[in-house]
T-cell receptor, first 114, second 111 residues
Framework: EPEVTQTPSHQVTQMGQEVILRCVPISNHLYFYWYRQILGQKVEFLVSFYNNEISEKSEIFDDQFSVERPDGSNFTLKIRSTKLEDSAMYFC????????????FGPGTRLTVT | GQQLNQSPQSMFIQEGEDVSMNCTSSSIFNTWLWYKQDPGEGPVLLIALYKAGELTSNGRLTAQFGITRKDSFLNISASIPSDVGIYFCAGRPNTGNQFYFGTGTSLTVIP
């Protein structure tokens, strides 16, 4: 069964550094999402992406964040200048055609900012 | 943002017991999803609901879309140890494709 994959599984970075988190959505999916989950808390929406542009974004998704689909398969989240409070699990999700609201999540990237 | 409250926050039950949990919102949602999350992993979709009053099953799991469209319920029958995890509801309002997640219910099944 196709799966959403994410790399790396764990990223440690110093405050102020840029990080890029990568996702490979399921191949025939059209909507892509990034979510964040701070340890022990609920999953929070960051951004949705459709037709090569941002569809919606939350108040968390400020100018430090950007998303890109550089080729036909990868979907990336960039944090330009990481802060300590960016430490969290970051999940990518994608939606299939015709069943637009059944999101499938990747395994996540644990980001630790020191 | 939207607030989705789940209850109970945590449950400790004996293997074989049935489980009920719910999710409530102050706003109307058009779609409800239920997910299970194991430690260190991404949420796994269990059930999707699209219509008020809809009742949908997936094995031992049954979920309902509340008729007010402001709540949803998840039941697990005859719990087993592998049911352990955190269960999240997620709702999508009438406009847009943003999903809002609940606060989670942590389930522990005692063999």
């Amino acid at each position: 069964e196709p799966e959403v994959t994410q790399t790396p599984s764990h990223q440690v970075t110093q405050m102020g550094q840029e990080v890029i988190l990568r996702c490979v959505p399921i191949s025939n999916h059209l909507y892509f999402y990034w979510y964040r989950q701070i340890l022990g808390q609920k999953v929070e929406f960051l951004v949705s992406f459709y037709n090569n542009e941002i569809s919606e974004k939350s108040e968390i998704f400020d100018d430090q964040f950007s998303v890109e689909r550089p080729d036909g398969s990868n979907f990336t989240l960039k944090i330009r200048s990481t802060k300590l409070e960016d430490s969290a699990m970051y999940f990518c999700a994608s939606l299939p055609v015709g069943r637009a609201y059944e999101q499938y999540f990747g395994p996540g990237t644990r980001l630790t900012v020191t | 943002g939207q607030q989705l409250n789940q209850s109970p926050q945590s449950m400790f039950i004996q293997e074989g017991e049935d489980v009920s949990m719910n999710c409530t919102s102050s706003s109307i949602f058009n779609t409800w999803l239920w997910y299970k999350q194991d430690p260190g992993e991404g949420p796994v979709l269990l059930i999707a609901l699209y219509k008020a009053g809809e009742l949908t099953s997936n094995g031992r799991l049954t979920a309902q879309f509340g008729i007010t469209r402001k709540d949803s319920f998840l039941n697990i029958s005859a719990s087993i140890p592998s049911d352990v995890g955190i269960y999240f509801c997620a709702g999508r309002p009438n406009t847009g494709n943003q999903f809002y997640f609940g606060t989670g219910t942590s389930l522990t099944v005692i063999p």
